[in-house]
Every structure is written in C-alpha cells, then in structure tokens.
Nanobody, 114 residues
Framework: VQLVESGGGLVQPGGSLRLPCVASNIFFSIFAMGWYRQAPGKQRESVAT???????EYVDSVKGRFTISRDNAKNTVYLQMNSLQPEDSAVYYC?????????WGRGTQVIVSS
C-alpha cells in the first residue's frame, strides 16, 4: 500500500487549502479513511475520518472548518480546510483509522502564517 499526500503549502490565516491523498494497491472502497496531523514537538492526532458509508467525524478544533470527502473511483480522500489558523500548521497525513494501519506516507506540510 502506498499513500501519497499533496496540496500543502504556505497560506495566510483565514485562507483555504485542499489536500488530496491517493492510495495505491488497495481495494480503497472497503476502508474507512482518515486525515491526521503532527505539529513540531507534538504527537500525531486524528483530524477527521470518513467511513465507507460516508459518515464523517471531526476533532472539535476543526469542526465547521474542515471537510473530509472521498472519491472511491479515484482511490482518493480529500481534506478541504477553510478558515485556517496558525495552530493548524502541521504535517498532514492520511491513513485508515484503527489499530491495523497502513505504512505512513511522507505527508504534506501546511504552514499557516502571515
């Protein structure tokens, strides 16, 4: 399994980014997927998850600002991030939630700064 995240960059506070993650060599549609982030000096945290049913969950700090979605035909999970704040700065990763996760990709860095 290969997970490739992209779409990160430098954005001003209040700005938006859309992160895609493409998963290869898996039957993507049968897996729940999630977005995670890790800021310097902090543990990796779950940001959002999407079940195979399409049901979504978010950590409280991003509710109302971030939207996770998936396109099974493209083996891709997305994270739309709006109203970005400096505390959202981190390396963002995708993976399947739970104990049996795939090997982590390299992630994509998001920096929110003026």
């Amino acid at each position: 399994v290969q997970l490739v995240e992209s779409g990160g960059g430098l954005v001003q506070p209040g700005g938006s980014l859309r992160l895609p993650c493409v998963a290869s060599n898996i039957f993507f549609s049968i897996f729940a997927m999630g977005w995670y982030r890790q800021a310097p000096g902090k543990q990796r945290e779950s940001v959002a998850t999407i079940q195979t049913s399409g049901r979504t969950e978010y950590v409280d700090s991003v509710k109302g600002r971030f939207t996770i979605s998936r396109d099974n035909a493209k083996n891709t999970v997305y994270l739309q991030m709006n109203s970005l704040q400096p505390e959202d700065s981190a390396v963002y990763y995708c993976n399947t939630p739970g104990e049996r996760q795939f090997s982590w990709g390299r992630g994509t860095q998001v920096i929110v700064s003026s």
